[in-house]
């Protein structure tokens, strides 16, 4: 069983940046883990943020390209999130899927991960 702990968001203002982990604790990974970052705004569907394979390979939906950045260690996910904007504002859900049979085409499908954390608020607000 593997469980995932996001670190705090929080309230920042816009045009701050912040950075999100998703550490993984259970069982450890074998170094194949495709580790994701989605998020979910009240009223809204869960949207897809940005994915990273085990190989180094990276998909980021199109509403973060050039401002988030995400990567990882071993057991550790990051998002790097910059010159953010009240539209970010929303709980966001690191996922993973350990066994590294994710294909890039499906990266941003939340269907594909099995594990997943419990959640992080960031408000983006002047």
């Known amino acids: 069983q593997v469980q995932l702990v996001e670190s705090e968001g929080g309230l920042v203002q816009p045009g701050d940046s912040l950075r999100l982990s998703c550490t993984a604790s259970g069982r450890t990974f074998s170094g194949r883990a495709t580790m994701a970052w989605f998020r979910q705004a009240p009223g809204k569907d869960r949207e897809f943020v940005a994915a990273?394979?085990?190989?180094?390979g990276t998909v980021y939906g199109d509403s973060v390209k050039g401002r988030f950045t995400i990567s990882k260690d071993k057991n550790t996910g990051y998002l790097q999130m910059s010159n953010l904007k009240p539209e970010d504002t929303a709980v966001y859900y690191c996922?993973?899927?350990?066994?590294?049979?994710?294909?890039?085409?499906?990266?941003?499908?939340?269907?594909?991960?099995?594990?997943w954390g419990q959640g992080t608020q960031v408000t983006v607000s002047s």
């Open positions: 990273i394979r085990w190989s180094g």
């Open positions: 996922a993973a899927e350990p066994s590294g049979r994710i294909i890039m085409s499906a990266m941003s499908l939340s269907v594909q991960y099995n594990y």
